[in-house]
């Protein structure tokens, strides 16, 4: 069983920065996808990016050229670094990951506003 646990949330001013981390455990790290989904009230939960198994990573087109995803395979985490933030971006973000199966955290609330 994978466990995911989110951390760094929280409020932030529009046009400001905040990171995200998210540590895995239980599983193997380094052949997995990991990545972020993302959900405000009253929407759909939104894919929001990705990294592959050899570093590939990829974007949804709302964040590309502000959101920025790393992965640490000795340290079994991923992060999210959130750049030039929009009210829009508000939302509850979950790190998922996938290997065979997919595995979700929690979630941490992102709130940007003034």
């Known amino acids: 069983q994978v466990q995911l646990v989110e951390s760094g949330g929280g409020l932030v001013q529009p046009g400001g920065s905040l990171g995200l981390s998210c540590a895995a455990s239980?599983?193997?790290?380094?052949?997995?996808?990991l990545g972020w989904y993302r959900q405000s009230p009253g929407k759909e939960r939104e894919w929001v990016t990705s990294?592959?198994?050899?570093?590939?990573?990829m974007y949804a087109d709302s964040v590309k050229g502000r959101f920025t995803i790393s992965r640490d395979n000795a340290k079994n985490t991923v992060s999210l670094q959130m750049n030039s933030l929009r009210p829009e971006d508000t939302a509850v973000y979950y790190c998922?990951?996938?290997?065979?199966?997919?595995?979700w955290g929690r979630g941490t609330q992102v709130t940007v506003s003034s």
């Open positions: 990294t592959g198994p050899y570093g590939r990573t």
């Open positions: 239980g599983g193997v790290f380094s052949p997995a996808t």
């Open positions: 998922y990951y996938r290997h065979h199966a997919q595995y």
